[in-house]
Each structure stands twice: as structure tokens, then as C-alpha cells.
């Protein structure tokens, strides 16, 4: 009897869905943060393995080389450096703990950052432990920041709950730290139980080629793949690229204030308009994916990880720059309603009274083009790094 039930033990554990996180430990991190990194990759496969038993977790942690560099660095090389070895390895998730500071765009001071769209979290230790008073060994710290990282990487947002889900806004909100809520783990179990699925590149047809397997990669993810993007806020575009919104403003002024502009929309054709807008749209999209390197060219077999992200990206980019346009225009549109009257777009275009409301809205698409296609020149001045935080890290915290 106790065979049968060792074995039957041994078949659920063989049936159930693996989900692999990779810990990659920075060559900066002294002996003693390694060490505790290590701990706390410990505690968090035991932890995972006790609020969630439907799953095998597999936890690996890996050592970088050692580095002198103390600087400062843009989270988006972590990055790049994570997204390659999870591809090597095949791992789920990324979690990346480096000693160096993180360079923060929205805060001063960075304990992490989230990136959805590449299932990688970062930790800098940095800060972990800076005060002189007693406090939790840095094993604890990292163990329920690995956990409140894992949980953003899987969609659970932050509160005022004791849980891992509790809001981090200093070091000390880690401790006390415990647990997932009922609603939380529900939640948390049907996101995993997505990503734990057998992935396309395991799925054996080979000869599908690269448009096939993004199709199919994109299917298998398709209840993922929105808040994943949505968690990039692509409608934030304008106000966070700030040199593109720039660019895009002046130009705007400069084609509303002159009346060869307002001649040239007289006399195109709402289909051109129309053809023209998705073309700037389109195009400006390509442009910028394309000079700020959001998506890089890997060697190596097709991976669906690396086809969510990519696929992601563009829809994000393609997504955030329509948001741009769709303001632009309406901000054209205010111009040329608020202070062009109809006897003065008469006198430009020698039109009726009767067609300037269809010439403002031709007027207001054509500047809207334009301004987005300069507003992108402008956005690829943009320093190293900054918009690809903007686009693909998801939260600083």
C-alpha cells in the first residue's frame, strides 16, 4: 500500500507543469551578498513550492563573472544580458541582482524594476541595507522583494495588505512581509498555469518558418499578450517622450500658422489623408524600433519567449505612436476651430464657407502626419537607454 502510494506521488509530480525562474547574480555583488542571494533563491522555491503546489518549480541561480565597474547603470543592459541567457537556458523568469545602483527615470533612488514584456525583474542591493540601526539580514529582504517582483511580473498589483503585495516605497516596507491573499493566488495560479503551457519551439514543427511561428506564438499567448503590452502604457507616450512630444509640438504650430499648409489640405483627398496618416503612423513606428535598437538581432533557433517580446514591442510602439497622432490631431484641430474663421480660410484656400470644416479636419490630419514623422527625428536624440525604459520597463520601485 505504501508503494502504491509513493508511486502515485511520484506520477502526480511527474505531471505537474514546470515553471523555471533563473537567478542571475552580477559579478559586482561582494561574497557576502552572493551568499545571501542565494539564501533567499532558496527560500523562494520553498515558499513558491508551499503556496502553490500545482506546479514543479525550478529555481537556478548563476554567477556572473566578477566586475570592477561600481557606476550607475541603465537597467535596459541588465536587461539585454537576461533576455539572452533565459533564451539559452529556457527559463520563465529572470531575476537579476546586481550591487550597482539603477538608474531611475521616475525616482531618485531605485531598489528594482519590472520588466512584463521580458518576464525579467532586477534588484539592486544598493539600498537593501544602508542604516546603521539593527535590521532583517539582506536574505529576508531579497526573499519578499523576489516574491513582490515575481507577483508585478505576473500581473498582481500592489497594496496595503501585509502580503508580498504589499507597496514598496523604502527598504523597510519588506520586512513583515508574508503570503499571498486568497485573490492573489487565484490570480497567480491561472497566469502560471499560461506560462507553465509547452511551448511552441517544444511543440516539434519545425518546418512552420519565422512568420508561422509567430503566429503561433502569438495564438498561444493570446490572453497574455494584452496586459503585457498594457503594462508598457503606451498612451503615455506623449507625456513621457518628452523630446518627441517637443519636436512634434513645434512642427505643429509652424505647419497650423501657415497658409500653404492650409492650401496644400484644401486640395488632397480624404482617401490621401487617410493613406497618408497610416503611413506616418506606420512609418515613424519602424523608424523608431529600428534607431533605438527595441528590438536586437539574435542568433540562435526561434524562441516564443523572444517572439512575445518582440511582437510586444512593435504593438506597443506601433500602439503608442497612433496615441501621439490621435493627440496631435486634436490639438490641430482645437487651433484651426478656436482661431481660424471661415472668411480667413476663404481667403487661403479659396474655398466656400461651406467646405472649412472639412478643410480643417484635412488640415489637422496633414500637420498631425508631419508633426509625428519630425517628432520622431527628435525622439531618436533621445539619450541612450532612456526610451527603451520607457517602453519596456514597467514599474521602478
Do not use: C
Request: net charge neutral; hydrophobic share 45%.
Amino acid at each position: 500500500m505504501r508503494e502504491q502510494e509513493r508511486d502515485q506521488i511520484s506520477a502526480n509530480a511527474e505531471v505537474r507543469p514546470k515553471v523555471e525562474i533563473g537567478w542571475l547574480l552580477e559579478g559586482d555583488l561582494t561574497s557576502a551578498e552572493r551568499e545571501a542571494a542565494k539564501e533567499a533563491a532558496d527560500a523562494m522555491q520553498r515558499s513558491l513550492a508551499a503556496v502553490t503546489q500545482d506546479f514543479d518549480w525550478v529555481i537556478e541561480t548563476l554567477d556572473r563573472s566578477p566586475a570592477t565597474d561600481r557606476g550607475r547603470i541603465e537597467p535596459v543592459r541588465l536587461l539585454d544580458a537576461a533576455e539572452t541567457d533565459r533564451d539559452l537556458r529556457g527559463w520563465d523568469f529572470v531575476l537579476v541582482v546586481t550591487a550597482r545602483e539603477l538608474r531611475g527615470r521616475t525616482r531618485s533612488r531605485v531598489l528594482g524594476v519590472t520588466s512584463g514584456i521580458f518576464a525579467t525583474a532586477l534588484v539592486s542591493t544598493a539600498f537593501l541595507q544602508e542604516s546603521l540601526s539593527p535590521q532583517p539580514p539582506l536574505a529576508s529582504r531579497l526573499h519578499a522583494f523576489a516574491m513582490h517582483l515575481f507577483g508585478r511580473l505576473n500581473g498582481l498589483m500592489p497594496g496595503s495588505s501585509p502580503t508580498w503585495m504589499r507597496q514598496v516605497d523604502d527598504p523597510e516596507d519588506l520586512d513583515g512581509m508574508d503570503g499571498f491573499a486568497p485573490a492573489e493566488l487565484s490570480e497567480l495560479s491561472k497566469r502560471l498555469g499560461e506560462v507553465a503551457d509547452l511551448r511552441v519551439e517544444e511543440m516539434g514543427d519545425a518546418r512552420q518558418g519565422r512568420l508561422g511561428f509567430y503566429a503561433r506564438s502569438l495564438w498561444q499567448n493570446r490572453s497574455a499578450l494584452p496586459s503585457a503590452i498594457l503594462r508598457m502604457r503606451p498612451w503615455s507616450f506623449p507625456l513621457r517622450l518628452r523630446r518627441l512630444t517637443t519636436a512634434a509640438g513645434s512642427a505643429l504650430v509652424v505647419l497650423v500658422m501657415t497658409a500653404e499648409s492650409w492650401e496644400v489640405a484644401a486640395n488632397l483627398s480624404f482617401a490621401f489623408i487617410v493613406a497618408l496618416s497610416l503611413a506616418a503612423v506606420a512609418a515613424t513606428s519602424v523608424y523608431l524600433i529600428r534607431i533605438q535598437r527595441l528590438i536586437a538581432s539574435r542568433k540562435g533557433p526561434l524562441r516564443e519567449q523572444r517572439a512575445m517580446s518582440n511582437a510586444g514591442t512593435v504593438i506597443a510602439v506601433g500602439t503608442g505612436m497612433a496615441v501621439t497622432y490621435a493627440a496631435v490631431f486634436a490639438v490641430a484641430w482645437l487651433l484651426a476651430f478656436g482661431l481660424f474663421g471661415d472668411p480667413l480660410i476663404a481667403s487661403w484656400t479659396g474655398a466656400s464657407h461651406a467646405e472649412s470644416t472639412s478643410i480643417r479636419i484635412r488640415l489637422s490630419a496633414l500637420a498631425a502626419s508631419l508633426s509625428i514623422a519630425i517628432g520622431a527625428l527628435g525622439a531618436s536624440f533621445e539619450p541612450y537607454g532612456y526610451f527603451r525604459h520607457v517602453t519596456q520597463i514597467d514599474a521602478e520601485i
